[in-house]
């Protein structure tokens, strides 16, 4: 079955101690991307990548990082969360259509890593 | 990014069908037009996406106006688990050809 599985689905933890939040698609897909979801505020692309190796900001990238080593992982990492961080994630993936465009594709999204911070 | 516009919440009978309106006056020539819907606490899920010509597929179909300044999800008839939020979304095929949610509609269907 295609999917996008998300690691963990919920995560309370304390400011300050870095965490990684996991994303492995099983599509051979070249795109990847995360977002968060907070209320009155919508989704908010946080990084993509285009390929392995391939890394770039999206609109609210301030205290994340990102690696893309495989093609299939895009982990997601907060070296030091705050409480503003506090949001629900969303890991996406996207193919090429004819090897040219993402934008002509279906994204496929997880399930969600719900994360609070205090 | 060119934006959309979609009204905040609409609600149908079950078994009836949906129109979802979305208007992108601002559209490029070259944007897609994407609609995904997220139902309560899971992951946003597409739907169909187009580009000029209406396009069918198992879950809706898209009617896009022939000036792309507007297009229409229709859902030939709804069952209470399509209740969710729907979001009309231009997919531009440039730069990191992201997908930029707005608030989308928040479809309600009534038993």
Redesign the interface.
Known sequence: EAQ?TQNPRYLITVTGKKLTVTCSQNMNHE?M?W?RQDPGL????IY?S?NVEVT?K?DVPEGYKVSRKEKRNFPLILESPSPNQTSLY?C?SSSTHRGL????T???????TRLTVV | DAKTTQPNSMESNEEEPVHLPCNHSTISGT??I?W?RQLP??????VI?G?TSNVNNRMASLAIAEDRKSSTLILHRATLRDAAVYYCIL???FG?????????TRLTIIP
């Open positions: 996008v795109y991307s977002y919508g989704l908010r692309q993509y285009m770039d999206g969303f996406a465009r993402f934008s002509n279906e994204a496929f999204f997880g399930q969600g | 944007d897609y994407h995904y606490s899971q992951g946003p899920e597409y996406h580009l997919r531009p095929p990191n050809e992201k997908l930029t949610f707005g608030t989308g």
